[in-house]
């Protein structure tokens, strides 16, 4: 359960306020405003705050005085047709923040999407929960032999089991000695007066990389676009790609509009090169062509069969 | 009158919506929202929307689960540490997006602060408006001899009006004859049927720089102080200074620990060189010290004595 | 002719000085390094530097102690797979600064890729030349009536005479304005002692969108690239295309590997939304499919139509 | 020793080659090219490539069609008044490459300047090396009592004995049981026949942060700038100073005028705040001030003292 006691009245204590506001507000998202969605074992996200709707981008695309928008049909058809010609600045002007709690190697992956904003608890400062990530079973797999970055099957349950294990014993002897090489309890006292404590700085260099860190983080809607396209893609490692997937939930309460455009757009579609393009055609004209003739290696060629489901 | 009857609707149209939300307000920004603050003779500035406040600040700092505040003047000192010890993201979680009008040399100047977010009304697209800046004569100066990016003494009276004419006189032909060249009305109606109309791409080139445009402009706070410390800084040109003054009040508004901090340590100190710090410790010392035996340049020298009030 | 004999003369001057240096370096690059290509009728690109080459993408990829490359066609491969699986930070590794003197109004739309590095030359410091931008009889052209934003058919040669006339009448005259306010030669001197001079931050606003500035303008080689595909566009305004088309020229000169993989991944394929896939699926099965059973627009329609050449 | 003898191979054999380059080239830097510094127990700093020197400053700022430079006095007070008047884009316009090998504790701070170019080596493609930082006894501390962001006083011998001989313990054991997990050998062949191998992107995560990693990091001068004046300052932490320590080495050698007025300017002098002025406008003055009376905090006034040598 990766929320304490005292942590959950917080929230919901914020929850329980509210105010009158001239702002574009949505309701959809306002319902689920600093809930926490469970992730993985111990982490969340959660939505502190957001800027815009739908009709941000609009009014932005238009430059206008007033809500800038017409008829949610015509609302729709301008979306559609700034995402599809890669118009980036009207997705600009909304604007969200999130609170994530997650393990560090994905931490790691996730600053390289440098345009957003982030303030990440600091271990120089503070000292660190317990708390660390074992995967499921399920999801311990062997090394990937078609992709040299990613994973295959799961392990049989006896490796399974013995890798948890391991896990398990590293992160909590790690933990352990963390914890003592500090010194102190989590209010700062000293817990053994007959030695000093090592400083927090340098303690934390022992805590393992599957170990929980949290953050805010705060993007525009382009770049949240960008960073969900890349991440809840299948090649991104399952351990991000479950926060990507629960953002996506918040990106279909907050900006409904965009978020069909983004399925239908940006992951929905396909990118076809040059030499793709050339054997779509030929495939419509009814002529035979097969790899060799293609010029393509046989790589993209079952990566372009596969986007054409054949 | 920088604002037309219809936009004037708009805008009070939006102003007279609200709706209740669960995220930080600010009853002093709610205020002013959407309303425009005249600037220049035919500019404005007016705040479309935010996100955060104070508080934003100091939550984000202490990465909290609820609104991670403690007493007010707990709050403002934080706030302080963080502004006088450059820590800049905490500052990176509030955002503030403004409709802008402003002439396009201001534009050119103010563009190239690159971390904000822009949306600007099109020339390829729509028909420019018919307004162009004029100075008032007292605005209307002589370059600086001692400053070669800069302006010194006000024209004479003749030679102010010498020049308001001309400026007046050459943009004024310049619409006529950019609106002579679309040949469509503001409807995108043809107003002469016997020949055919430019292309807005091409018209709007002999548009000459003074000519109004506008534009959607997001940013957050941490920049926006940046943009304000140098656009405020009586360095800036005249015409940009007096933007990032109306600016200035609605910082205010918006988050006043925040404006308070700025002012205590950013553009109410200064910044010494190596030598001037040691010119202040030989001065506190009692030690007689001038220019030559400061190492400084001439330049320097009196830079550093006109922080000093001497 | 874009270049006074004095620039000339430092031009050559420095293409005439060579130092040896273990950095990567391109021989078809150096061959025209510091030389101006012509662009419209008195703008210019011309590269000032550069650092890396094809293999500095390759060492990047692979983190390298030494060059880290391979075989040329592994190399190939490498770069083709990064740029298809849309790995950006290798090609970051990459970098050039190029000279270009541009109309103003191209400029604005240039500025607007905000990860690049700009030195743009100042009116607030120095007098611009009197020279400005008049297109080509052919490349004045109506309004595009199928795209908002673009332009249709060459005027008729009457027309475009007229409106040459009027541009070129309307430059000459902001120029010389411009020039009288200043009351200052080239050389700073005093034209008219009988009266003061404007200060050139303030004279410059008269001056039309046609005049040329010019920059300085550094990126890396994954964002040259997002430039080059959205400007070398067919929807990308003509006078910004020749610049890219200019800069293509050096890309090929630069970096022959990644121009090669440009090509066939970026702008000589296509992006299909998810409709447009499953017609293309549909059309494969010879399965008959019209515009109004596909659920999509005429105009993507259409579009879709294009890009399949029926 | 951090470099293996292969590795010292790659870098002698890239060492030993050069070519002829127009670019400007700076000899001093090229002396050093590749070769690696090295930094704490395992970790470098080397430069791999650079663009543009001192003159390239001012070259941009001036626009220049050729080398752009004067005397080079005029050239050190162009540089000078740049950095003291806060002109950023001219430092912009060089550029520099370095291959860093470092804890990822230390990496994990770096990583927050965004505006860098950064290629990691990655865990989820490789195996990482066995290497692990251990600090030297006289660097390991107690948690500072006056900064909570920071370390106090050397541990007592025995206790630092302890201290690493745990960090060495839990890292030795991190790394072996990674190893057995993957159940692969460097070269990627299976060790144990009899079982299957976790994916590396999964066994990472049992590393712990003292370990090494590495990755081409490329920067402009102006953000090296920012980079170098924020983690050579006596706050950062030690393991990240070290190495801003070293690039202020290649600084020197790179753009020694620039470097000059970064001491005078960025990291010699001192910014003071509004009420720090008006402390010091009074001791100048002669009047008694003290910290009640300054409406500073103690923790600010102190500040103050020390920059002011009482």
């Known amino acids: 359960m990766p929320i304490k006691p005292e942590e959950k009245a917080e929230i919901e204590s914020a929850r329980s306020q509210s105010a009158q506001t001239r702002r574009a507000t949505v309701p959809a998202l306002e319902e689920v ?3 926490p969605m469970p992730v993985l074992d111990h982490g969340f996200v959660r939505v502190i705050d957001y800027m815009g709707d ?4 609009v009014q932005a695309a238009r430059v206008s005085y007033g809500k800038g928008t ?10 559609q047709y700034l995402l599809r010609h890669r118009h980036t600045t009207p997705f600009e002007m909304c604007e969200i923040k999130y609170h994530v709690k997650l393990p560090i190697f994905v931490a790691r992956q996730w600053i390289r999407h440098r345009t957003a904003n982030v303030n990440e608890y600091s271990g120089r400062y503070s000292i660190l929960d317990n708390e660390f990530y074992l995967p499921t079973p399920e999801h311990l797999a062997v090394q990937s032999t078609s992709n040299r970055q ?3 099957d799961s392990l049989p349950p ?7 294990d391991l896990l398990r014993e590293d992160a909590m002897r790690s933990y352990r000695d963390y914890a003592y090489m500090l010194n102190e309890d989590e209010s700062g006292k000293t817990v053994d007066e007959s030695r000093s404590g090592l400083a927090r700085e ?6 393992s990389l599957n170990f929980y860190t949290q953050w805010y983080w705060k993007t525009d809607l382009h770049n949240l676009l960008n960073f969900l ?3 809840a893609d299948a090649h991104a490692q399952y351990e991000i790609r479950v926060y990507a997937d629960a953002m996506i939930e918040t990106l279909d309460k907050w900006v409904p509009l965009v978020a069909e455009a983004f399925r ?3 992951i929905g579609g396909a990118q076809l090169s040059a030499s793709a393009l050339t054997v779509v055609k030929k495939m419509i004209a009814g002529e035979y062509i097969d790899q060799p003739a293609s010029g393509m290696s046989k790589r993209e060629w079952s990566e372009l069969m596969a986007v054409l489901g054949r």
């Open 33 to 35: 405003l600093f809930t």
């Open 54 to 57: 739908d009709s941000a981008v």
């Open 70 to 79: 017409k008829r949610v049909n015509e609302d729709r058809g301008l979306i």
């Open 150 to 152: 990613g994973r295959g």
């Open 158 to 164: 006896d490796e399974a089991a013995r890798v948890l």
């Open 202 to 207: 340098l303690a934390r260099m022992n805590l």
């Open 229 to 231: 396209s890349l991440r």
């Open 264 to 266: 239908q757009y940006r």
